[in-house]
């Protein structure tokens, strides 16, 4: 049985940091392909970033490019979400995804489909 769980949300005041972790357990996961996306109240998903498998290679949106940074550690099967200078409107639920569709654009893309695994997501929220 997969299971995906993130961590790491909370509040935090507009500028500042946080740093989401997802473990993920039953599959192969350093042949999946890994990525983070988000859902704020009354609006689409979004995705944010997504990571390859063998040779990492990394795509962001422009709305997060410059702030946001996915990491992976394929031996511990742990995926990582450095966010910086975070804004008012990144409030919202944030979900790991396993097994997307990086394209590399433009624009760069993230895309889940029937066979993604989804955690349950961990809630940020940023003050202003």
């Known amino acids: 049985q997969v299971q995906v769980g993130e961590s790491g949300g909370g509040l935090v005041q507009a500028g500042g940091s946080l740093r989401l972790s997802c473990t993920v357990s039953?599959?192969?996961?350093?042949?999946?392909?890994m990525a983070w996306f988000r859902q704020a109240p009354g609006k689409d998903r979004e995705g944010l970033s997504c990571?390859?498998?063998?040779?990492?290679?990394?795509y962001y949106p422009d709305s997060v490019k410059g702030r946001f940074a996915i990491a992976r550690d394929n031996a511990k099967k742990k995926l990582y979400l450095q966010m910086n200078s975070l804004k008012p409107e990144g409030t919202a639920m944030y979900y790991c995804?396993?097994?997307?569709?990086?394209?590399?654009?433009?624009?760069?893309?993230?895309?889940?489909?029937?066979?993604?695994?989804w955690g349950q997501g961990t809630q940020v929220t940023v003050s202003s």
């Open positions: 995804a396993a097994s997307v569709a990086c394209g590399s654009g433009p624009p760069p893309s993230v895309t889940s489909h029937a066979g993604t695994y």
């Open positions: 039953g599959l192969t996961f350093d042949v999946y392909y």
């Open positions: 990571i390859t498998a063998s040779v990492p290679t990394t």
